[in-house]
């Protein structure tokens, strides 16, 4: 089997996730964006954290964009974007569903679970991306309680 | 601190999760429920795999029921009951989320992360439930395609 995405660029497909931020970040929200693509680079779905928005815990921006995918047999032609890197929840969707690579915005700003990924042979790539940094640093200053809520880490 | 659930029967929180396999089941859908309750044994949320009901593959039991428990800031006093032991996807919300307690129907017809879940210091009760196992069962042999597609196995 071919490698996963070979043609594709990765910074490219980091500007869908990066503008699902950019939404997020506009209405409010926490500014996290992600999308699904399949090997060939084509848009599975797109979808940013939502919990200010529809008060909902559920949909981080990985797990919002697995959503907006719709059903699918299986997921092992297909790549994740996200701004972030992703916590425990949404590598724990990557690792379930076999998804084979991960492309990251940022990891400086928050760490999540993707050398565990990388260690079950996830193919991981982190770009280092200043805007998708500069979104998260600007919401954690203004909003660090929600930030703390959305990770699980909030106080009583 | 005093223990999370010290005063409740895992038994008993069992029961909700358990009615919401059958619901499930009777719909035709993936048989899997679960509920969140707080340390005194009150429900916050409860929920089913809607994967066959609403089309969407990101509502796990387990994930339907944080769903439904709404915002919290944080679930360090909360107990997560599902009818199957928890999948990757589910494991990585229950660690990402610090909930410290779950219980678990049956871990008979799938195994999921709850052996992870321990050694991250999650307290796991399996209580080997044989009505969660037959429901399962009985799914699995009749919709063995929906049942891979469900965790990311499914054929192309």
Redesign the interface.
Known sequence: MPEIGADVDPAELLTVAREEARLGAREGGVPIGAALFGSAGELLGRGRNR?VQD?????HAE??A??A???????RDTIMVTTLSP???????V????IPRVVIGEARTFT??HDWLAEHGVRITVLDDPECAALMRAFVDRHP?LW??D??????
């Not at 995918?69 to 997921?75: D, I, K, Q």
């Not at 916590?87 to 969707?93: A, K, R, T």
């Not at 990770?151 to 009583?156: L, N, P, Q, V, Y």
């Open positions: 919990r008060g909902d815990p559920s949909l797990t919002a697995f959503r995918a719709g059903r699918r047999p299986h997921y916590c425990w929840y949404c590598s724990g969707l690792r379930q569903f076999g999540g679970g309680d703390h809520e990770i699980g880490a909030g106080h009583s």
